[in-house]
Structure formats: structure tokens, C-alpha cells
């Protein structure tokens, strides 16, 4: 692995804890260690910047599948493949899957932006695939 590959995995990885934190304080401190200061998320659904508005949308996410995704254990985000960086802008798919039966309702495809400390600048995130109804 590659110096810059070894950097958009880290970022990803990061980016993936907060998205996976169960709790609000685990969840804020997952955030600011994953994005800067000004960081920026935009998905078809949300448009935040800041860490404190890029933590309510994540708890918003939480939220918004109760039926299966968050308030019942075994479900995560995952890396789908690989990531594939260059410069300061990494792209990477994801999918939420259920860690029981590895059935995956919800996916998509970000691109990510590096500013400094390779935290995420911006995220332009896309929805692949979502549960119908959702």
C-alpha cells in the first residue's frame, strides 16, 4: 500500500466511525477527529457544515431507518471495495449491512475531499440504493 493509498483509507476509516457511533458523545468526538473544523457533508438529503451540524446529521440518519438500521444491534456502514484516491479527493461506495444475515438495504457512493491532517473537508455523497418507503 501506497503512502497516499494508506492516507484516503485512514480518512475513510475515520469517516466510517462516525457514521457508525452508537452514542452522541462517541459520535461528536468520531466526527471532529474525522472531519476539519469546516468540514462539509452534502447528500440528497442533507446539507451540513460544521461538526456540530454534520453530527445531527448523522444522528438524523440514525434516526430515519428505526424500523432495522439503528436501534437494534448488528447493523454497521462497510466499505464496498476499495478506495480510490488521488491528489486530495478519494471516492469509495458503502453499503449498511446487517452483520447477522449480511443483507445490505441501504448503499451509496461517496467522494471525499482531504484538508488538513487528512480530516474530510467535503463529502458529496450519493444514495445507490434505499429500502422502499424509506
Request: proline share 4%.
Amino acid at each position: 500500500m501506497t503512502t497516499s493509498a494508506h492516507r484516503y483509507d485512514a480518512a475513510v476509516a475515520r469517516y466510517f466511525d462516525a457514521w457508525n457511533a452508537r452514542d452522541a458523545q462517541a459520535r461528536a468526538r468520531a466526527v471532529a477527529a474525522a472531519w476539519t473544523e469546516d468540514g462539509r457533508y452534502t447528500d440528497p438529503l442533507a446539507d451540513a457544515v460544521g461538526h456540530e451540524a454534520i453530527t445531527a446529521v448523522i444522528a438524523a440518519a440514525h434516526d430515519r431507518f428505526p424500523g432495522f438500521a439503528f436501534r437494534f444491534p448488528g447493523f454497521a456502514f462497510r466499505l464496498a471495495g476499495t478506495v480510490d484516491g488521488h491528489h486530495d479527493t478519494a471516492r469509495f461506495s458503502w453499503e449498511l449491512v446487517n452483520t447477522a444475515d449480511g443483507s445490505a438495504p441501504v448503499a451509496g457512493s461517496d467522494v471525499i475531499t482531504l484538508g488538513s491532517g487528512d480530516r474530510v473537508r467535503a463529502v458529496y455523497g450519493f444514495l445507490d440504493r434505499l429500502p422502499e418507503g424509506a
